[in-house]
């Protein structure tokens, strides 16, 4: 099968799940018809995604929805950029070299950034200063007396750079936790929820929109007093959150500006809103 030049050179950028992915993308490219939706991109939003397209094919059968798993931010903009999606979603606004390509975003709303724990944990809140010393491994149990298990992303990972953002101290913690040994390196959104849900005593940051839309078996903590909830993100009581972007191609094909648009509708909105969604 001869796969096209332009797939190839993402697929070599890409490595482990991603990379699985892109070769599941060159596959579909040759076959994907004018009515086919390919939406794909970061972990936290595909659940949303999923529900989103869903309501927007619902009752027109000559739309065929596909999801690409998790891609993250970076993979999902260059595969829309080079026609393998039709949709990206992104945890982040387009960098410059990106603004450069024929592709455009809107950002669709925010979402709280949390700290999460099994559903079955008795751990309903954290502070900033515990996180500090979890990361810093200075706290290794809870309150109980079980193990703290603490779930990593990748250096790299938009999750990583706001946990990095909160604080120096935060920051000098995560570098802290990186370095030892055994610790657990989740590498896609969908992996870090599968191993919060699976690991006993294990914590970790996540999306409210991902573990809304997956119906997770997670709880995400308050941080400092403060729910995560979409109305405390709104008046400014919850600070941290991520902000939640579309990107199409310039000229987009018209089945993927009328998503687009289903979006913004009342109907696209409430998807948004029952999902931990809030559009400013």
């Known amino acids: 099968m ?58 027109r059968p000559d739309i065929k929805i596909k999801i690409v798993p998790s891609l993250g931010s970076a993979g999902g903009i260059q595969a829309v950029a080079s026609a393998a999606i039709d949709v990206a979603v992104s945890s982040r606004p387009l960098k410059e070299h990106e603004l450069k390509l024929s592709i455009r975003e809107f950002e669709y709303g925010r979402t709280p950034f949390v700290f999460a724990v099994g559903a079955k ?12 010393a979890i990361y810093a491994g200075q706290q290794t149990t809870w309150p109980d007396g079980s193990p703290v298990r603490l779930v990593l992303r990748p250096a790299s990972d938009s999750d990583s750079q706001m946990i990095r953002n909160l604080s120096a101290e ?44 997956e ?30 972007f579309v990107v199409t191609e310039s000229r987009r094909p018209v089945v993927a500006s009328q998503f687009v648009a289903f979006i913004q509708t009342p109907a696209g909105r409430k998807i948004l809103a029952d999902t931990g969604h809030w559009i400013p």
């Open 121 to 132: 944990s008795r751990i309903v809140e954290t502070t900033l200063a515990q996180l500090v």
């Open 2 to 59: 001869n796969l096209p030049k332009s797939l190839c050179r993402i697929s070599r950028h890409w490595r482990g799940v991603a990379a699985a992915t892109a070769l599941l993308l060159c596959a579909w490219h040759g076959s994907a018809g004018a009515d086919e939706l390919r939406i794909g991109g970061t972990g936290s939003a595909l659940g949303t995604m999923q529900l989103l397209a869903e309501a927007f094919a619902a009752g």
């Open 170 to 213: 935060m920051a000098a913690a995560l570098a802290l936790a990186g370095k030892r040994p055994g610790i657990r390196i989740s590498v896609t959104d969908q992996e870090a929820a599968d191993d919060l849900e699976r690991i006993p005593g294990a914590i970790g940051p996540a999306a409210l929109t991902l573990i809304l839309s």
């Open 215 to 244: 119906r997770r078996k997670l709880r995400a903590l308050r941080l400092d007093g403060k729910d995560p909830t979409p109305k405390n993100l709104a008046s400014g009581e919850y600070r941290y959150f991520k902000r939640l």
